[in-house]
């Protein structure tokens, strides 16, 4: 009995060790998992149901993607996905003030001016960010409004309908000033942008100006959108039409950037300027479409660091530094740079201009990479401006002893051609020359000379060059060269 025992323990030991060996052969056979270095996580674009990327064969690229299907995605679902994406854990969310909340209609006839003023109210007074939105689809009456700061917190003004200002001169206030149309002021950090359009109804105002009626009395109708006394201010994707006078005017504001602008205007549109910027600080101009009755962009005294680059101007009177000293006045304006602009058939091209009388300084002023297009004047400094109810034909101004003064300006690399013969002209003033003139890389044509070989000419008057090399027409014979005259600026000039 023992014996039987003794065997069957013995079997059920074979068996056992049987077991384990053919247990730890398989184990051992099973493929493990590969090292880190070999996986490919699935990429993901911002949603966690992308799908597994894949060329037209079925393979996916070295990090587990495919370029073209990537291109597709990122091109559609990535964007919308991003618009419906949260902002980041414990970052504010902007709160929405629609106007429509607030009483807006939006059919082009009613006025929604009370529905604007209390969907802003809430906006400014959000301790969120907020934005106020103006819907697409709609037209929206709105008469003279003023958005006024200061707000909690940063505010966007997204207008993506179209807002009209009001047909009937009795629904504007009485003018006094420059009357405004859409007025933002003192707002710090303000953005306005959106894809919508504002249209002034102008023709009311073009038809009675004494510049088109000469037996009118003279006075200002409404800017469209005027920025003062606002800080890190955007403006950006707007387009505007149709404007009393100026389309947009940015005064005594810090920091701006007006990017992405539509500006249009008939071109016999009195006072139409597009930009209009006074008595500001670091202003920047980027990528503007600017049709106008007047100048595309005026710089005022009081305007320090500007630049303003990829300009389409045309028609209008070209990119003006000015007018400046006007009713002897002291002007201040300084670091204006304008870098690549097309200008077409306008009536100036890079142009600066000042009254007797005045006082002050225009200096550290540049025009570079510009192309003219039949403009009349192409190159004009004008110390001797003068204008009436057709600013096309000044007449002449009683001669006074002092003028603001002209320094260290630059035209360089200045190409096209002229629809007036005198392509360059430097007209300064016989007290206080412009001094430290620089012409450079200049090839002016005049426009249609074909076989009569019309060529264009230069012209000066008290202008100080400091340097001209490459210029076509040649420079000013009548000017002065800067070894020529040494005069004496007075210290308040400066």
């Given at each position: 009995?023992?014996?039987?025992?003794?065997?069957?323990?013995?079997?059920?030991?074979?068996?056992?060790?049987?077991?384990?060996?053919?247990?730890?052969?398989?184990?051992?056979?099973?493929?493990?998992?590969?090292?880190?270095?070999?996986?490919?996580?699935?990429?993901?674009?911002?949603?966690?149901?992308?799908?597994?990327?894949?060329?037209?064969?079925?393979?996916?690229?070295?990090?587990?993607?495919?370029?073209?299907?990537?291109?597709?995605?990122?091109?559609?679902?990535?964007?919308?996905?991003?618009?419906?994406?949260?902002?980041?854990?414990?970052?504010?969310?902007?709160?929405?003030?629609?106007?429509?909340?607030?009483?807006?209609?939006?059919?082009?006839?009613?006025?929604?001016?009370?529905?604007?003023?209390?969907?802003?109210?809430?906006?400014?007074?959000?301790?969120?960010?907020?934005?106020?939105?103006?819907?697409?689809?709609?037209?929206?009456?709105?008469?003279?409004?003023?958005?006024?700061?200061?707000?909690?917190?940063?505010?966007?003004?997204?207008?993506?309908?179209?807002?009209?200002?009001?047909?009937?001169?009795a629904d504007w206030s009485k003018p006094h000033g420059y009357?405004?149309?859409?007025?933002?002021?003192?707002?710090?950090?303000?953005?306005?942008?959106?894809?919508?359009?504002?249209?002034?109804?102008?023709?009311?105002?073009?038809?009675?100006?004494?510049?088109?009626?000469?037996?009118?009395?003279?006075?200002?109708?409404?800017?469209?959108?005027?920025?003062?006394?606002?800080?890190?201010?955007?403006?950006?994707?707007?387009?505007?039409?149709?404007?009393?006078?100026?389309?947009?005017?940015?005064?005594?504001?810090?920091?701006?950037?007006?990017?992405?602008?539509?500006?249009?205007?008939?071109?016999?549109?009195?006072?139409?300027?597009?930009?209009?910027?006074?008595?500001?600080?670091?202003?920047?101009?980027?990528?503007?479409?600017?049709?106008?009755?007047?100048?595309?962009?005026?710089?005022?005294?009081?305007?320090?660091?500007?630049?303003?680059?990829?300009?389409?101007?045309?028609?209008?009177?070209?990119?003006?530094?000015?007018?400046?000293?006007?009713?002897?006045?002291?002007?201040?304006?300084?670091?204006?740079?304008?870098?690549?602009?097309?200008?077409?058939?306008?009536?100036?091209?890079?142009?600066?201009?000042?009254?007797?009388?005045?006082?002050?300084?225009?200096?550290?002023?540049?025009?570079?990479?510009?192309?003219?297009?039949?403009?009349?004047?192409?190159?004009?400094?004008?110390?001797?401006?003068?204008?009436?109810?057709?600013?096309?034909?000044?007449?002449?101004?009683?001669?006074?002893?002092?003028?603001?003064?002209?320094?260290?300006?630059?035209?360089?690399?200045?190409?096209?051609?002229?629809?007036?013969?005198?392509?360059?002209?430097?007209?300064?003033?016989?007290?206080?020359p412009c001094r430290d003139v620089v012409l450079q890389d200049i090839d002016l044509k005049m426009?249609?000379?074909?076989?009569?070989?019309?060529?264009?000419?230069?012209?000066?008057?008290?202008?100080?060059?400091?340097?001209?090399?490459?210029?076509?027409?040649?420079?000013?014979?009548?000017?002065?060269?800067?070894?020529?005259?040494?005069?004496?600026?007075?210290?308040?000039?400066?």
């Amino acid at each position: 009995m023992a014996s039987r025992r003794t065997l069957a323990a013995t079997v059920c030991l074979l068996v056992l060790q049987l077991l384990l060996a053919l247990g730890g052969a398989v184990v051992e056979a099973r493929p493990g998992p590969p090292p880190a270095r070999h996986r490919v996580a699935p990429r993901r674009l911002l949603s966690t149901n992308a799908p597994q990327s894949v060329d037209s064969h079925g393979a996916t690229g070295d990090d587990g993607t495919n370029k073209a299907f990537e291109k597709t995605w990122t091109s559609s679902v990535h964007r919308k996905a991003a618009a419906k994406s949260k902002p980041p854990k414990g970052a504010p969310e902007s709160v929405v003030f629609d106007v429509g909340s607030y009483g807006a209609v939006g059919d082009g006839r009613s006025d929604d001016t009370k529905a604007f003023q209390k969907a802003w109210a809430k906006a400014c007074s959000s301790p969120q960010p907020a934005a106020l939105l103006v819907p697409a689809g709609k037209k929206y009456l709105v008469k003279e409004i003023v958005f006024a700061g200061s707000c909690k917190s940063k505010v966007t003004f997204k207008h993506d309908g179209t807002i009209v200002a009001p047909q009937d001169k009795a629904d504007w206030s009485k003018p006094h000033g420059y009357p405004h149309w859409i007025h933002f002021s003192n707002i710090d950090s303000l953005t306005v942008t959106g894809k919508g359009t504002l249209d002034g109804n102008g023709k009311v105002w073009w038809k009675n100006s004494c510049r088109i009626n000469k037996k009118l009395p003279c006075t200002h109708a409404p800017t469209t959108l005027i920025f003062s006394s606002c800080k890190h201010l955007k403006v950006e994707n707007m387009k505007l039409i149709n404007s009393p006078q100026f389309h947009l005017w940015v005064e005594s504001c810090h920091d701006v950037t007006l990017s992405r602008l539509t500006i249009a205007s008939p071109g016999n549109s009195p006072g139409t300027d597009g930009i209009h910027v006074a008595n500001s600080e670091d202003v920047r101009i980027i990528k503007a479409n600017i049709k106008s009755g007047d100048d595309c962009i005026s710089v005022e005294t009081g305007t320090k660091n500007l630049y303003a680059t990829k300009i389409e101007c045309g028609p209008g009177h070209g990119i003006s530094i000015g007018s400046l000293g006007d009713d002897n006045s002291k002007a201040q304006v300084s670091n204006i740079t304008i870098d690549t602009a097309h200008l077409t058939e306008t009536m100036f091209g890079a142009r600066i201009k000042s009254w007797q009388g005045g006082s002050g300084y225009a200096k550290d002023i540049k025009f570079l990479n510009l192309v003219m297009d039949n403009v009349k004047n192409p190159i004009i400094i004008d110390q001797n401006y003068c204008t009436m109810a057709d600013p096309a034909h000044p007449k002449p101004c009683k001669e006074q002893k002092s003028a603001v003064q002209f320094s260290n300006i630059l035209f360089k690399n200045i190409k096209g051609t002229s629809a007036t013969e005198e392509a360059i002209k430097l007209h300064c003033s016989k007290a206080f020359p412009c001094r430290d003139v620089v012409l450079q890389d200049i090839d002016l044509k005049m426009k249609g000379g074909g076989d009569k070989k019309i060529v264009t000419t230069s012209t000066c008057e008290n202008a100080i060059l400091s340097k001209s090399s490459n210029v076509s027409p040649p420079p000013c014979t009548s000017g002065v060269t800067k070894d020529d005259k040494d005069d004496v600026i007075p210290e308040d000039y400066e």
